[in-house]
Structures are given as structure tokens and as C-alpha cells.
């Protein structure tokens, strides 16, 4: 007897293969940023990393240590990029104390993923906001970190773009954040990238912070903490 093949078997696995590959050239706005997100974790479901775009949680923890190692995470955090609450996770695994933890994302899936994730614990939650139409009131927070955010451009000026987001940050914080981007000629296929000095120097300039950066020369990833 033969076997009925069924032509959209293998749909799901195509489609899983294609989005694995996709990089959007730019998005319009952070609606459209959180639309492609909530896509993938449809898509990858159960599989943070691939949705994330992480090569694996090994490269997201040694991502953490490395903020965590310029700016500790002292009293009331806020997290914006949040995804599943991972951050959280990290600083409950390696015991480090902090009073609050509050993440925020623009994909409503994650969201809610991480909601249900630490569903119970009055000290860490978890909201769908946009920090540009929404910003938080100065010093709402003591420590905030953007990792693994700022890596599409966004709107018709990217780099302002990206640079409201880290001063909205600055202010909610009242002693500084971390953010992490991509630096320029360190790896292909890299649309939106900065040279790490030069980003570090208009953090100073426009903002008035205090800077310090974590770029080894080889990584494509750079970090860098900006203080009051």
C-alpha cells in the first residue's frame, strides 16, 4: 500500500530554514522591530537562542558577564530588550542581589513568556512598552542595560534613533546603564554598525556621561557603560 505524502509536511521546517537566515535590511519602527520578533518565537518556540539570534546561551552569559563586570547591578534594575527574562535569570543563578528587576520589550510574545516564566516573584516583572513614545520619569531606576538591542537600524536616522534610546535610559537611571552594539569591519553582513570610540565619545558629549568600554579588538560586539 502506498504512503499519501502530505505536500505541506516539510512546510514548517522550510520556513523555520528561511527566518534562521533572515536579516531585515532596516525597520520603519520599534512596531515592526517587535512584529518580526513575535514572528521567530512562533516559529522557534521552545528555542530562545534561535530566537534571539544568539549563537548559544554560552555567548549570551559571557555577553551578561561582561556588562554586569562595567556597571553592577545595583537596586532597581531595568532592562529594556528583556526577551524571555534571561538577564534575570543569570543574576538569580550566580546569587548576584539586586532589589527590583523590571524588563521591557517590544515583542508582546516574550513579554508574556517571561511573565509566565517568573510568574510569583513580586520583585521581577515584566511590560510591553516602547521607551521612545513612552519613556520612563528620570530616575525611576538605579542600573539599566540595552544588550543585543541595538544591532538594526531603526527609522529614517538610525544612529538618532539609537541615541534616544540610550539618553531615555540614561535618564530613568540614576546611576547608569549598559549597551551593547556592533562595531564597523569585524564581521560580515553587518548593516548597521558604529566605531566603538567614536560612539563612546558622542555618549559623552551629547549625554555628559562618564564612559567606560569593554571592546577587545576582535569582537564584533562592544560594550559600553555610561555613569552620572
Known sequence: MSRVTNPFRLLARKLKRRMSNYSPAAFPDTVSCGAFYDA????????????????????????FERAISLLAPIGKIIDLGCGFGHLASYLDEKSIPYKSYHGIDVSKQMVTKAGNRFKGRTSVSFEVRDILTNPFAKESFDTGYVLSVLGYPIGENPIRTMMEIIEKMFSSCRVGIVFSHVASDRKGGLSFTTV????????????GAKTELDDDGTDFTYLVSLRH
Open 196 to 207: 566603538p570610540e567614536d560612539l563612546a565619545l558622542r555618549c559623552e558629549r551629547e549625554l
Open 40 to 63: 521567530r518565537n512562533s516559529l522557534f518556540s521552545g528555542d530562545d537562542m534561535m530566537i534571539l539570534e544568539y549563537s548559544g546561551s554560552e555567548a549570551q552569559c559571557q555577553l
